[in-house]
């Protein structure tokens, strides 16, 4: 029998309330006395965490989270905390993410049901069949290089300034969680890679290693290139034609995996994995077993729902399941609950209802729709 | 009787096929003999320019634009120019932008006529009453910045960088650019100011300066700060919240505003202008009457249709208008053409057939677009 140590992030806003169910779905899957035991570990983080203690991310919380076999959080943030806050949550997120090494940041845009086509803002012709997985690079780039603030330096007082920079390694190896990515697919997906080569020294480096990685290690992937502006227009345009894999770095792959979040019509319903470590050097292993593992909903903490337990839990509850397939390795597992995710979504009722939370047009409360999904799973 | 030097520069692709048509239109507002003369001169810019001189920006070029009143761009750039190209069409774009100093870069998003919401492809009760202008600015940021290509220096031999760089009053005159616009309507039009201020020290800048700017010179428009992940998501899920003018640096506006420019259904349809000299310190007038004047439609030259007579010369009429308004003052003109258009795309053939080129659905071809609007202007 395996064990594993869970740490839970709850943090602030809905991010206690969508938790809970997805830990509802998780005890039910793994019962006591089961041959797999998850340990869960809750610890404090972001917004209550400052309220606490003065500090986003405790070190007691940090030491969890670097010893834990893997990590599920709900969201942080709120009104109280805005950007000229002394102390915020955000850096603890990201602290947390550059501690732990999760340098791949995956994040699946598609349909969870057909049913849901209809809540997309685009229309069903273009978002029919769009199935895509963004791959950002999460710990490089402009989010982690030199900065300067406005009036730091005498000699330049009115001027601030940030460094955009990557390396060569860091390249590669997103690249080929990228790659694993696509060839867990038969065929294998293709890859589409965004860089701004154009202007950027940086996308010229991107462009040169995502091209060389892939036709060195992985010639079996179609590759193509697209410029950041080009891409943020074909995901409202013509969705489908980014089908696959797309590969980017860390603050276009912020804009564009917000922007094809919309596709399925609810930020409630999309989980995200961030993972460290290398991925197998063995190039037939399709899998990666992650180091780490951080796993979140793509949805903020929501704070005007907050509190009155009518929040969409999928979100979480999908990142539960790429949990327990990537960090704990238990595909089967998972597959289980996103199929019945899947299944909550098509049932009809007898009266001919469907089973929504309000952002997908229902009435159907967290609580509700976890117990749902933990009875099918 | 006045008189103006206008640059053309019609470039590669269908540039020259849409700018002829701007011209026809522009020949029969201002006939030889009438009250202000238009004197239009033709010259050679972008993959032409390197295919006949070796450069994209021949000094010829650069001394017409920079005397002229007013510059109409067609589009550069095509497949024998990649990324790898030892030269290349875009960086004479850049350089010409940075010469000329057209920081303020004006690209309207809205519908010409309703009568074209069905080729969007948003829902129309998503798109129904969008009118977005983004303001970017563009010629400051990463794309000016100091970088260094990958291999450039000994000591960093796997490394890229690009530097971000923001001042203060490279913030405030953009900020006062898009006041003035804002200012323009009645009531003034509200601005969307968007950053990663979570992340970025420029991006903090940006927001301070805008701030202090609108509440010290323009207290009379209301202002708001997105983050810019959430106003990607924003344009698709809700593009109304951002009806009134989207402020922006110019790496943020590349991405947002191609995005912004589907809703409309048609990049063809979609005009720019790119300004330089500070807009009148005189707060309660509306106008803002640059220095330079860059105006072109914001698709580009779409090699694959080139030479076929099929583009969509609208784009680059509506550029003319506004280079009309912005660069000469004329806004009666200008509003002429703005009124021809839209009685273009209303207007329905004795059978019943609306006037659409391929892009928009139909048949009709570059010149008879252009005869039309010329016809009615
Ligand atoms: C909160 C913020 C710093 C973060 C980011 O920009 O990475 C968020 O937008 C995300 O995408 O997880
Ligand atoms: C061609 C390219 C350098 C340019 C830019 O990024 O500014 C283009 O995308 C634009 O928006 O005009």
Redesign the pocket.
């Known amino acids: 029998s395996k064990s594993f140590r869970i740490v839970v992030l709850s943090g602030d806003g809905i991010g206690p309330e969508v938790v809970a169910e997805a830990v509802k779905v998780l005890k039910v899957l793994f019962p006591e006395g089961s041959d797999v035991e998850l340990k869960l570990e809750e610890h404090i983080f972001g917004g209550c965490a400052i309220e606490k203690l003065g500090e986003p991310l405790p070190k007691s919380t940090l030491d969890a989270c670097l010893t834990a076999d893997a990590i599920l959080m709900g969201s942080?943030?709120g009104p109280k905390w805005g950007v000229d806050a002394k102390v915020r949550p955000?850096p603890g997120?990201?602290a947390l993410r550059k501690a732990l090494g999760v340098y791949a940041?995956i994040r699946p845009a598609s349909f969870a049901s057909d049913s849901l086509l209809s809540l997309s803002p685009l229309k069903e012709h273009v978002t029919k069949g769009v199935d895509i997985i963004v791959v950002r690079e999460?710990i490089g780039g402009v989010?982690f290089g030199a900065r300067q603030e406005l009036g730091a330096s005498e000699a330049e007082k009115d001027l601030a300034w940030d460094n955009m920079a990557y390396s060569v390694p860091e390249v590669q190896r997103i690249t080929r969680v990228a790659a694993k990515i696509a060839m867990a697919a038969n065929p294998p997906l293709p890859i589409h890679s965004v860089d701004k080569a154009n202007v950027l020294a940086t996308s010229r480096l991107w462009r040169k290693v995502v091209t060389d990685t892939l036709r060195d290690e992985f010639p079996a992937i179609a590759l193509d290139h697209i410029f950041v502006d080009n891409a943020s227009m074909q995901i409202v345009a013509n969705p489908r034609k980014l089908n696959g894999v797309v590969l980017t770095e860390?603050l276009f792959g912020?804009i564009l995996?917000?922007e094809a979040s919309v596709i399925p019509g609810s930020l409630g319903l999309l989980p995200?994995a961030s993972l460290a470590g290398a991925p197998p050097s063995d190039v037939s292993s399709a899998t990666f077993k992650p180091t780490s593992g951080l796993y979140e909903p793509?949805h903020g903490s929501a704070p005007d729902i907050a509190g009155q337990g009518i929040a969409n839990p999928i979100g979480t509850i999908l990142s539960a399941a790429l949990l327990l397939r990537y960090s704990l390795g238990l595909e089967k597992q998972a597959a289980l609950i996103e199929t019945a995710v899947r299944k909550v979504l098509d049932a009809k009722s007898a009266g001919g209802l469907e089973l929504r939370t309000r952002d997908l047009g229902g009435e159907v409360r967290t609580t509700e729709m976890g117990d749902a999904i933990a009875g099918v799973v």
Chains 1, 2 share one sequence.
């Open positions: 942080i943030g955000e997120l990201l940041n999460l989010y860390n912020d995996s917000d995200s793509i």
